[in-house]
């Protein structure tokens, strides 16, 4: 039983050592101008990360975002995976996978849940200010200040008129926050 307990906290520490080992051939292969080699070494950063982080009593509610990090690292450098499979086209899922995760969401919640926005709006108050004028506004002044094509200028304001959506509420979901209330909003 004791070589058990002992073995666990080992394998972790070799996690975040293989962590930090990775992360250093990442950057001495990225300051090399090899960047698009590179891509390995942060997947195997983030996952690495993820796992040694899973024997923190601290810093296992990080794991979730690590591994995340570890799934966009991967996609940005290999994208032709995430695109098709086959002759399908993954984007044909986005609007059946987005009315799942809003169902699934929709079923944890009940009446008494949208009571207590109800009982309190300063916080939708608050939150309808952000989202239509203090979002917009850092949107533009974000498109002015970096030097960005007009295009590109164009999408950071949009991206700021528009910044909640089922992403947000996924986020206030899994973070156990109030739901009910940014749905509302």
Known sequence: HKTRILKK????KISLG????????FIATATMG??????????????????????YKALKGYVFAVLIFAGVSLSLYWPEYFVRIGEFK??????????????????????KDFAGVIKSPKGVLVGVVAQLAIMPLVGYLLANASGFPPEI???????????????????????????ALSITI
């Open 9 to 12: 906290p080992i394998i972790y």
């Open 18 to 25: 293989l962590a930090i080992l990775a992360l250093l051939i």
């Open 34 to 55: 090899k960047l698009s080699e590179a891509g390995l070494f942060i997947v195997l950063f983030f996952v690495f990360l993820g796992l040694g982080f899973r024997g």
């Open 90 to 111: 993954l984007t044909n899922l986005i609007i059946p996978l987005i009315q799942i995760i809003m169902f699934g969401m929709g079923t944890s919640m009940s009446i």
């Open 153 to 179: 200028a164009a999408g950071i304001i949009l991206i700021g008129c528009s910044p909640s959506g089922v992403a947000s509420n996924v986020m206030a979901y899994l973070a156990k926050a109030n739901l």
